[in-house]
C-alpha cells in the first residue's frame, strides 16, 4: 500500500521556522520520481487549500500567501519532499497535507503558529 508519512509540525512563535518532511518509503522510486509533489494546508473552518507544489523536474508553485516565506523541495534518491517555512504567521496555522500527484495523502501534520 502506497503511503505517505508526514513529519516536522509543531508550535512556534510568530517569526519562527518549521521544516516539514514527506517520506513514500513504500513507493518504487521511478514512480515517486516522476510524480509532482504538493503541500496542503487546512485551518479550522476553512477548505484545504495548495501551499506549494514541485514537479518532477523541480519546478515549483506558490500560493502567493506564502511566496518569499515557504520553499518546497525534493530529494528524489529519499523519496521526500520537504517544506522549509520561514517567518511564520499566526494564519499559517493549520494541518499541513503531503499529497502525490493530488491523489495520495499523507495523514496530516500539526503548524501551530502563536503571536
Known amino acids: 500500500q502506497v503511503q505517505l508519512v508526514e513529519s516536522g509540525g509543531g508550535s512556534v512563535q510568530a517569526g519562527g521556522s518549521l521544516r516539514l518532511s514527506c517520506k513514500a518509503p513504500?513507493?518504487?522510486?521511478?514512480?515517486?520520481?516522476?510524480?509532482?509533489m504538493a503541500w496542503y494546508r487546512q485551518a479550522p473552518g476553512k477548505q484545504r487549500e495548495l501551499v506549494a507544489r514541485v514537479s518532477s523536474s523541480g519546478t515549483t508553485v506558490y500560493a502567493d500567501s506564502v511566496k518569499g516565506r515557504f520553499t518546497v523541495s525534493r530529494d528524489n534518491s529519499r523519496k521526500t519532499a520537504y517544506l522549509q517555512m520561514n517567518d511564520l504567521k499566526v494564519e499559517d496555522t493549520a494541518v499541513y497535507y503531503c499529497s502525490a500527484r493530488d491523489d495520495i495523502w499523507g495523514q496530516g501534520t500539526q503548524v501551530t503558529v502563536s503571536g
Open positions: 513504500r513507493m518504487i522510486t521511478s514512480t515517486y520520481n516522476a510524480l509532482y
